[in-house]
């Protein structure tokens, strides 16, 4: 690809804009990082400085962790995106080969109801899955907070697509071999998915550690409660008095991402663009 | 990534694997089909289908939570939903929310992608940078903004009083509310915008600016407006509409920075539909309020899934 070279001025003022831009867009991340690491004093007395004269970051950070049981928040956030995104797996990918590799009858409907589904937007459905969650007795549960997305019709969708970019011929040949059809599913069609099951796991994993309108229904109690919510709780808690803390607590959930998001930039773009259909 | 091309969907009919195509053949096909697609299918009815349903009639009948009697009681809810000043705020403010977010997240980003893509040095470094917020935890970061927009010790305000300029108590006057709010909206969906402009400017072919220049397209601003946004259309579009549900369905920031306040002022739909459902257990008034927020999103949906089709390009 040819990009017209611009003369050394313009290039400047380029570098010069774009550096503009991105500090205002880091300012809450550097603000919140600076806030952690500075003792209350400093905090009130307002100043511009971005490292502290006292470093308190080991206060703040250990208030943080014991405080609010920060910690069980964000293992409870691995282990519920973890859950979702297995099972999400589990239920959409055999569905979406059957959607691209299968021929029977129902199936355009079937894939009628995936894109309608792909239509809905979740916030509108908790009503009803809440009462439904009630009905079954698995409020303020784990199960509470994983149910309405065991299955997803983006998954469905976006497998369905990958799959049938596959040949035909892979299928076949799986079959001569005595696979059963669940193990193409599971030993052909998922390995060489990869790429989109990747995507889709971010997609998944990202939205889910940051959501907070479920969880702020589903679930009461504090030792179930994933990332977001149980920020909000700690930010409740110290009425907002305690900066130092808070922004300690507020770092720490936002690190995990942005650092995977750091290591591998491309899918991160690739999986969260992708998901722009939903 | 090409996203017009991705609605681009094949027609073909799937492959017909048996080898002789009997009635034995395709009935233990269908069989097998069905039996991979049926968990699929009955958690998709179970948790999508019944619960839409469930809420059209919730919305249509005097049902309480916990209540066991019902009545169909015809659009009264919906009658007391938009005659309730609340909810026409939320309203109000939700469609001006959008109507801030949605330009500003185009244009910035826009913009942003253009200065990214008119230089080589440093792109993944910028296009990280602006990107970062698009995936952060919102809740987290609605924190960190309000130590920002602090009346006394929030950067904001130091900088504009440096400045020697006013400063305002950003969350609490309901003059200033919403705007800070789309501020933070489009801070976060920028980087959104941008990766897909960078995406469909990737794709232009260079040929074109050629071809701009012999016809005396000669400056860089006669180019973008002669090849470069015309080539974007589908793409601006896919944008609008993206963006436009991300700023409708906005919440987090509602409810960890403002509630909805001061009196109604940062009010939207979603934390109005959260609170009347959940905390006011007015079962009812919510659903109503879910019913007209689905007829928008899927409004919205069903104007980008016709565009994407017809695949337009302005002029």
């Known amino acids: 690809m040819t990009t017209r070279t611009f003369p050394a001025p313009t290039a400047i003022l380029r570098h010069a804009v774009l550096l503009v831009t991105a500090a205002l867009i880091l300012a809450p991340f550097v603000w919140m990082v600076s806030l952690s690491i500075k003792p209350p004093g400093e905090i009130f007395r307002a100043s511009f400085s971005f490292w502290p004269e006292q470093f308190y970051g080991i206060e703040n950070y250990s208030k943080a962790l014991?405080?609010?049981?920060?910690?069980?928040?964000?293992?409870?956030?691995?282990?519920?995106?973890?859950?979702?995104?297995?099972?999400?797996?589990?239920?959409?990918?055999?569905?979406?080969?059957?959607?691209?590799?299968?021929?029977?009858?129902?199936?355009?409907?079937?894939?009628?109801?995936?894109?309608?589904?792909?239509?809905?937007?979740?916030?509108?459905?908790?009503?009803?899955?809440?009462?439904?969650?009630?009905?079954i007795g698995i409020l303020n549960t784990y199960a509470a907070l994983i149910f309405p997305y065991v299955v997803s019709p983006f998954g469905i969708f976006l497998f369905r697509q990958f799959f049938k970019t596959i040949p035909d011929d892979v299928v076949h040949a799986a079959r001569l071999d005595g696979y059963s059809e669940l193990g193409i599913v599971w030993k052909i069609m998922i390995p060489m998915a990869l790429p989109a099951i990747i995507a889709f796991g971010i997609f998944s994993v990202v939205s889910h550690w940051n959501s907070l309108f479920w969880p702020l229904i589903a679930v009461r109690d504090q030792n179930l409660m994933p990332p977001p919510l149980g920020i909000m709780a700690f930010k409740n808690e110290e009425a907002g008095n305690e900066y130092g803390p808070l922004l300690a607590a507020s770092t720490l959930v936002v690190a995990p991402l942005v650092a995977a998001f750091l290591l591998a930039q491309r899918w991160f773009v690739e999986g969260l663009t992708g998901g722009a259909v939903k | 990534m090409s996203l017009p091309n991705r609605k681009r969907e094949t027609r073909q009919r799937g492959v017909s694997p048996a080898p002789a195509s009997s009635r034995a053949a395709g009935l233990s096909e269908m069989i097998t089909a069905w039996t991979l697609a049926g968990p699929a299918l009955a958690l998709l009815i179970m948790l999508f289908f019944l619960p839409v349903l469930a809420v059209f009639v919730i919305a249509l009948t005097d049902w309480q939570f916990g209540a066991s009697t019902l009545s169909f009681v015809g659009t009264a809810n919906f009658e007391e939903v938009f005659a309730d000043r609340g909810f026409r705020a939320s309203l109000f403010n939700t469609v001006a929310y959008v109507a801030i977010v949605v330009p500003g997240t185009i244009i910035l980003g826009l913009a942003v992608a253009l200065l990214i893509e008119s230089g080589k040095s440093f792109r993944a470094f910028y296009r990280a940078i602006h990107f970062l917020p698009y995936m952060a935890t919102l809740t987290a970061m609605a924190i960190a903004w309000e130590a920002l927009l602090h009346p006394t010790i929030g950067l904001v305000n130091q900088t504009l009083a440096g400045l020697g300029l006013p400063t305002a108590n950003w969350l609490r006057d309901e003059n200033t509310v919403l705007p800070v709010l789309a501020a933070i909206g489009i801070w976060q969906n920028l980087g959104f915008a941008m990766v897909l402009f960078l995406a469909g400017l990737k794709s232009i072919p260079q040929d074109l600016y050629h071809a701009a220049e012999v016809d005396g397209a000669d400056l860089w601003l006669d180019r973008l407006r002669t090849v470069t946004l015309p080539m974007l259309g589908p793409v601006f579009m896919f944008v609008f509409i993206v963006v436009a549900l991300k700023a409708f369905e906005t919440f987090d920031t509602v409810q960890v920075l403002t509630q909805g306040g001061p009196g109604h002022a940062s009010e939207m739909l979603l934390f109005t539909l959260y609170r009347e459902s959940f905390q006011y257990l007015r079962t009812g008034y919510g659903a109503s309020v879910a019913v007209v927020f689905l007829i928008i999103v899927v409004a919205l949906t069903l104007i980008q899934a016709r565009v994407m089709d017809k695949k337009v390009h302005y002029q």
Do not use: S
């Open chain 1, 66 to 135: 014991t405080e609010a049981p920060l910690l069980r928040y964000m293992l409870n956030g691995v282990m519920i995106c973890a859950c979702i995104l297995a099972l999400q797996i589990a239920v959409c990918a055999p569905a979406a080969y059957a959607l691209a590799k299968l021929e029977f009858l129902g199936r355009d409907l079937l894939f009628a109801l995936v894109l309608i589904a792909l239509l809905l937007p979740h916030e509108v459905l908790a009503l009803p899955l809440f009462i439904l969650g009630y009905k």
